[in-house]
């Protein structure tokens, strides 16, 4: 009798570690998904950062007031996401990887994006130029 009630104890004293460890990793997935998730999935809209576009040119060549004027009206007419990309590409230095890490998408999507408000920026400039 005595060896059975040992032989139980042990059972349930291993089951018992068993499900302790099993609750543990369970968890530790659980929480390591999570965290992967919300880096990842944050829409561009539900970031509060808005940048403000201010062209500041130093550059060799001189840029007269219109051509201010007709870059500044280009840039109105991106939409706010289009705006971050293109302040966070050209005006803070980030790689395409940091870009999609700030803003939770992939990297090529900021590089489509990125491809997609240039060609937008130069048909407007065409259009005013």
Known sequence: MCSESRTCEAVEKGFSIYIKL??????????????RDSFYVRPLDA????PYLTLNLQTSTVMTVEDFEVLSQAIETLSSSEKKVL???FFQNKTDKEIAQFIGVTRQAVSKSKTNVLVKLKSQLE???
């Open 22 to 35: 099993c609750i543990r990793h369970v968890s530790r997935d659980y929480f390591r998904k999570l965290n």
């Open 47 to 50: 970031i509060v950062y808005e």
């Open 87 to 89: 302040y966070l590409k």
């Open 127 to 129: 259009i005013y130029l």
